[in-house]
């Protein structure tokens, strides 16, 4: 890959990098995004290309650290948007991933508000290797037997899979080491986003999110998502919540009039690099 410029970035402490490939669509081998994480360590990668349908203004994808790809992150489309908005002088955009459009605007504060789209909830739409009727809590556990760590996750696709488990203290489970198993569990053909959710109460949820394809991190916007749909689904918040992460707080609201789910959250800037060639030798 040659000498590109980047920009890292973070949405409440999601490592995001964004690499702007309108002016030059060329696509980013799953060998070259590992080699990138190796030396600028981040969470996803968020690669802008020139829209594809009328009206919106980028193509995106989202690349994870490990090379796979995801249909939707939410801190890093907050990233991406602050970029355009300043490109542009806009107030509105709307950006396109593998998992649909996605409208971005500006929200009070300097906080940028994504509309994350409708969740998905049926078990093939997660997706699910079985069938169950009922997805606000599914038949999966983990630990031993009688004495589970963990049981019963409401699963969601918020653009991408998403299993939340219900916890009385999201730091008494050790998600570095239960993660990864749950991550690539049968029951998961595509993988999932493993969430811990505390419910502080009817409007307030704690959350630590071990990531499909990039592991532990300070925050995941459609975790956020998809944490509050499980939690209206099952009673236990408001339609509006704010959601604590390691990295910072999110506001997610799971519309009634529409189904949609909105995310609130901040953006910031930290550095401009390029990419050095030399890291890809080994790729080659
Ligand atoms: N950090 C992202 C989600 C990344 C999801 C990715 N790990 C996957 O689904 O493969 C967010 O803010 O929504």
């Known amino acids: 890959m040659a000498d590109r410029p980047f920009l890292k970035m973070n949405g409440a402490g999601n490592a995001i990098i ?17 080699a990138v994480a190796a030396r600028v360590p981040f969470d996803q990668m968020m690669v802008l290309y020139p829209p594809r349908t009328p009206g919106s203004d980028a193509y995106v994808r989202i690349l994870n650290q490990d090379g796979s790809e995801s249909g939707a992150c939410g801190n890093g489309t907050r990233c991406i948007a602050d970029i355009v908005f300043a490109e542009t002088g ?28 409708p969740p998905r909830l049926r078990w093939d739409e997660i997706p699910l290797a079985e069938p169950f009727a009922d997805t606000r809590a599914i038949e999966l556990e ?33 998600l570095a080491r239960v993660g990864p198993l749950l991550e690539c ?21 704690r959350l630590k999110v071990w990531e ?9 916007g459609s975790a956020a998502c998809a944490a509050v749909v499980a939690a209206v689904r099952t009673r236990r918040t408001e339609r509006k919540a704010r959601v604590s992460l390691p990295g910072g707080d ?12 909105l995310m609130t959250g901040p953006v910031e800037h930290e550095f401009a690099g390029r990419f050095d060639p030399h890291w890809f030798e080994a790729a080659a």
């Open 250 to 261: 999110l506001v997610i609201e799971w519309r009634h009039s529409d189904d949609r789910v």
């Open 212 to 220: 499909r394809g990039a592991g532990i991190t300070l925050a995941c």
């Open 90 to 117: 806009k107030d509105a955009l709307l950006f396109e991933t593998r998992a649909g459009l996605l409208p971005c605007v500006r929200a009070e504060g300097g906080l940028i508000t994504v509309d994350m789209g």
């Open 18 to 34: 964004v690499l702007d490939l309108r002016a030059d669509p060329v696509s980013i081998p799953a060998d070259e995004v590992c």
């Open 142 to 174: 983990i630990g031993p037997r009688g004495a589970p760590i963990l049981h019963s996750p409401a699963v969601v696709n918020m653009g991408n899979p998403h299993a939340i488990f219900w916890v009385d203290d999201v730091e008494a489970v050790d």
């Open 185 to 205: 569990h049968p029951l998961f053909p595509e993988r999932a986003n493993i969430s811990l959710a505390q419910v502080i109460d009817r409007g307030h949820i």
